[in-house]
T-cell receptor
Framework: RKEVEQDPGPFNVPEGATVAFNCTYS??????FFWYRQDCRKEPKLLMS???SGNEDGRFTAQLNRASQYISLLIRDSKLSDSATYLC??????????FGDGTTLTVKP | ETGVTQSPTHLIKTRGQQVTLRCSSQ?????VSWYQQALGQGPQFIFQ???????GRGNFPPRFSGLQFPNYSSELNVNALELDDSALYLC????????????FGPGTRLTVL
């Protein structure tokens, strides 16, 4: 079993749809959590950090559930430009960073 | 652009050879992390350097080694290349070791024949 697991998708949604991704992690010592976005053949870029209380950035909302060891990303009012692969990242204070394999989103007109 | 640069962009090597990849971190950043990304997978953590010392390591064999220089640029060295080492190698720079936002370079695509 992988330390960080994501549904690979692909998720194909129409513009304006709401879509949610989940990511589960197995290391209970994990301390910090992020969502990154990676466009085809490009480097990952930070989308948002994930805080215990949940956080929102425009159309994007991230949640953390430590008890169940998962994080989520909700995208509202999807745009064509949201098409990408979304990577969750889980870090421990022991200097280890673990990425999921990503969830692919395609937003169609 | 992030200000993180990597060289070379592409590289072709044969099995058994050695390779050195280079990364210049963003100005003001003192931490560099290296990742290997195979096609269709997420980046796999190789190791992290903070102020010239290795600060953490993933599940990679000792033939993967690194250095960080006083200007915080970094090198990744891979000895005895294997076919499975073919991948995109990404470096990311950040400030400190508390896992703040990481800024990735464009990567080096390594092909081992």
């Amino acid at each position: 079993r992988k330390e960080v697991e994501q549904d690979p998708g692909p998720f194909n949604v129409p513009e304006g749809a709401t879509v949610a991704f989940n990511c589960t992690y197995s290391n209970s010592a994990s301390q910090s959590f992020f969502w990154y976005r990676q466009d085809c053949r490009k480097e990952p870029k930070l989308l948002m950090s994930v805080y215990s209380s949940g956080n929102e950035d425009g159309r994007f909302t991230a949640q953390l559930n430590r008890a169940s060891q998962y994080i989520s990303l909700l995208i509202r009012d999807s745009k064509l430009s949201d098409s990408a692969t979304y990577l969750c990242v889980v870090n421990t204070n022991a200097g280890k960073s673990t990425f999921g394999d990503g969830t692919t989103l395609t937003v169609k007109p | 652009e992030t200000g993180v640069t990597q060289s070379p962009t592409h590289l072709i090597k044969t099995r058994g050879q050695q390779v050195t990849l280079r990364c210049s971190s963003q100005s003001g950043h003192n931490t560099v992390s290296w990742y290997q990304q195979a096609l269709g997978q997420g980046p796999q953590f190789i190791f992290q350097y903070y102020r010239e010392e290795e600060n953490g390591r993933g599940n990679f064999p000792p033939r993967f080694s690194g250095l960080q220089f006083p200007n915080y640029s970094s090198e990744l060295n891979v000895n005895a290349l294997e076919l499975d080492d073919s991948a995109l190698y990404l470096c990311a720079s950040s400030l400190g070791t508390s896992w703040n936002e990481q800024f990735f370079g464009p990567g080096t695509r390594l092909t081992v024949l």
